[in-house]
């Protein structure tokens, strides 16, 4: 069930209305129930998986309490996170595995039949693992006690907001929400509501608008070159964030509705001054997942410079392959980490080992989101031969810039209607992440006079529907990972 689908607005609207009727004591339960429905809507398969996760991590957890060794200990929590670790490397290599015999097959180099089976990764997953891991790493760590109560936690790892694509939790912070009596509360759920309309808005009217032209350019890099090349390029960095950050709004927005507030997962990134602010801002939930559970335990950055940067380099290339096997998605991660390290000699650390503060010019900004679009050509691009092709070939025919602008204009194919369309919803998103720097934008303009706010609300409302699929809703770009 997708967020922008048709079936999942009547299942958000029951859903709602029947928690606030079901006395406190039992929401647990239906709300455990609901998220099921939810994940099982999508194959009935994925609820098995999701039961067989919780369980082991369950008992699993109560069992590092019980155990008094440290040997017993790292025995149990290595049979929790091994498990999950081996699904995840059986999904994310499957597929490539298989690519590469059917390339030996091809060539003749063996004789068996072409393999025709594929792998489809189940949704959500990758996700919902990695928070159990938490889960099991703080428990073995003594941040957290095991919880004891089975639905609590079940609901803890199926919450159904948060199950496809995250943001990934943490146990301290969202247990004793489940658990707390929370009654209707207007502001929150009008807050919520207002959220995942800005969610819907990145999502429908911003990233699925632009990634018609993307997909168009990127699934045929070699019948183009030049500059169409570096416009879908910045539109793809637009795509990629309204696309994860839209999912993330309208989790969030949703799970205020229930009352529960789920972590911060964007802080417009795209106005970041380093590659390391832009990973305090992007995809936050994942990036300090990395850090807690990968970075620190290799000892972060309180060791060696040069241990240091081996710290983040294997940090982002474990990053870029958990997005996928393929060459592109391991590059990508270990570009990130080779520019991290940089930082860290252009920006290193005072003696006490904590990080200086330096001052920032305005030249980063533009640098920084520069470097960031350099960094999506791998990932976006279907193979590293697609992306070299489009990286060697950005500036053909740039020496007659009449020539080099009218190319890309033909082979972007868009009316100046649309063109001006997408303009304006992209700079009503700049402004948007502009101001939220440092105002919390709903918030803030809630407090408008009412023939103010309920124009402006009427009127995304309005942009929305007429965005909204029509037939097959199309899927979230992070739902493939």
Same mark, same amino acid.
């Given at each position: 069930?997708?967020?922008?689908?048709?079936?999942?607005?009547?299942?958000?609207?029951?859903?709602?209305?029947?928690?606030?009727?079901?006395?406190?004591?039992?929401?647990?339960?239906?709300?455990?129930?609901?998220?099921?429905?939810?994940?099982?809507?999508?194959?009935?398969?994925?609820?098995?998986?999701?039961?067989?996760?919780? /369980?082991?991590?369950?008992?699993?957890?109560?069992?590092?309490?019980?155990?008094?060794?440290?040997?017993?200990?790292?025995?149990?929590?290595?049979?929790?996170?091994? $498990? /999950?670790?081996?699904?995840?490397?059986?999904? *994310?290599?499957?597929?490539?595995?298989? +690519?590469?015999?059917?390339?030996?097959?091809?060539a003749g180099r063996l004789t068996m039949q072409p393999l025709t089976v594929r792998?489809?990764?189940?949704?959500?997953?990758?996700?919902?693992?990695?928070?159990?891991?938490?889960?099991?790493?703080?428990?073995?760590?003594?941040?957290?006690?095991? +919880?004891?109560?089975?639905?609590?936690?079940?609901?803890?790892?199926?919450?159904?907001?948060?199950?496809?694509?995250?943001?990934?939790?943490?146990?301290?912070?969202?247990?004793?929400?489940?658990?707390?009596?929370?009654?209707?509360?207007?502001?929150?759920?009008? %807050?919520?509501?207002?959220?995942?309309?800005?969610?819907?808005? *990145? *999502?429908?009217?911003?990233?699925?608008?632009?990634?018609?032209?993307?997909?168009?350019?990127? @699934?045929?890099?070699?019948?183009?070159?030049?500059?169409?090349?570096?416009?879908?390029?910045?539109?793809?960095?637009?795509?990629?964030?309204?696309?994860?950050?839209?999912?993330?709004?309208?989790?969030?927005?949703?799970?205020?509705?229930?009352?529960?507030?789920?972590?911060?997962?964007?802080?417009? $990134?795209?106005?970041?001054?380093?590659?390391?602010?832009?990973?305090?801002?992007?995809?936050?939930?994942?990036?300090?997942?990395?850090?807690?559970?990968?970075?620190?335990?290799?000892?972060? @950055?309180?060791?060696?410079?040069?241990?240091?940067?081996? @710290?983040?380099?294997?940090?982002?290339?474990?990053?870029?392959?958990?997005?996928?096997?393929?060459?592109?998605?391991?590059?990508?991660?270990?570009?990130?980490?080779?520019?991290?390290?940089?930082?860290?000699?252009? %920006? $290193?650390? *005072?003696? @006490?080992? +904590? +990080?200086?503060?330096?001052?920032?010019?305005?030249?980063?900004?533009?640098?920084?989101?520069?470097?960031?679009?350099?960094?999506?050509?791998?990932?976006?691009?279907?193979?590293?031969?697609?992306?070299?092709?489009?990286?060697?070939?950005?500036?053909?025919?740039?020496?007659?810039?009449?020539?080099?602008?009218?190319?890309?204009?033909?082979?972007?194919?868009?009316?100046?209607?649309?063109?001006?369309?997408?303009?304006?919803?992209?700079?009503?998103?700049?402004? %948007?992440?502009?101001?939220?720097?440092?105002?919390?934008?709903?918030?803030?303009?809630?407090?408008?006079?009412?023939?103010?706010?309920?124009?402006?609300?009427? /009127?995304?409302?309005?942009?929305?529907?007429?965005?909204?699929?029509?037939?097959?809703?199309?899927?979230?770009?992070?739902?493939?990972?």
């Amino acid at each position: 069930m997708l967020f922008n689908s048709v079936s999942f607005g009547i299942f958000i609207i029951i859903v709602f209305i029947l928690y606030y009727l079901v006395p406190h004591k039992y929401r647990w339960i239906f709300m455990l129930a609901a998220s099921y429905v939810f994940y099982m809507n999508l194959h009935i398969g994925y609820g098995i998986l999701l039961l067989a996760t919780t /369980l082991l991590t369950y008992l699993l957890a109560r069992r590092l309490e019980q155990v008094q060794t440290d040997s017993a200990k790292k025995r149990c929590l290595l049979g929790g996170i091994l $498990p /999950l670790v081996l699904i995840l490397l059986f999904y *994310k290599t499957a597929n490539p595995v298989i +690519e590469r015999l059917n390339l030996l097959i091809d060539a003749g180099r063996l004789t068996m039949q072409p393999l025709t089976v594929r792998i489809l990764l189940p949704a959500g997953v990758s996700f919902y693992f990695f928070q159990s891991i938490g889960y099991l790493i703080d428990v073995y760590r003594g941040k957290i006690h095991a +919880e004891r109560h089975f639905g609590y936690y079940a609901l803890f790892v199926s919450f159904f907001p948060q199950l496809l694509a995250g943001p990934i939790g943490r146990a301290d912070s969202l247990l004793p929400q489940y658990k707390k009596k929370r009654p209707f509360d207007y502001q929150r759920v009008t %807050y919520g509501l207002k959220l995942m309309t800005w969610g819907y808005f *990145k *999502k429908l009217v911003i990233a699925d608008v632009f990634a018609g032209i993307i997909n168009k350019i990127y @699934n045929d890099v070699h019948a183009y070159v030049g500059l169409v090349f570096i416009i879908v390029t910045i539109m793809f960095a637009i795509e990629i964030y309204c696309d994860f950050s839209g999912y993330s709004d309208i989790a969030i927005g949703c799970a205020r509705l229930f009352g529960i507030d789920l972590m911060t997962n964007f802080k417009s $990134p795209y106005f970041s001054f380093s590659i390391k602010e832009f990973w305090s801002r992007w995809h936050i939930s994942l990036s300090t997942w990395f850090r807690d559970y990968v970075y620190i335990p290799l000892g972060g @950055n309180r060791v060696s410079r040069w241990r240091h940067c081996l @710290n983040l380099l294997i940090t982002f290339l474990v990053s870029g392959f958990w997005h996928g096997s393929s060459l592109t998605y391991i590059f990508w991660g270990g570009v990130h980490g080779v520019l991290q390290i940089i930082e860290t000699f252009i %920006y $290193p650390k *005072k003696r @006490n080992g +904590e +990080e200086a503060r330096h001052r920032k010019h305005w030249w980063q900004l533009p640098l920084t989101f520069v470097l960031l679009c350099f960094t999506w050509i791998f990932f976006r691009a279907n193979s590293m031969q697609d992306a070299l092709w489009v990286i060697s070939r950005l500036f053909w025919y740039a020496s007659n810039p009449g020539s080099y602008l009218q190319t890309a204009v033909i082979c972007l194919g868009v009316s100046p209607i649309a063109a001006m369309g997408m303009a304006l919803s992209v700079i009503v998103l700049a402004a %948007y992440d502009l101001a939220s720097l440092k105002h919390d934008v709903i918030a803030d303009f809630s407090k408008q006079k009412f023939f103010i706010r309920w124009p402006v609300y009427v /009127l995304f409302l309005v942009i929305i529907a007429l965005f909204a699929p029509k037939g097959v809703a199309t899927e979230f770009i992070y739902f493939q990972f």
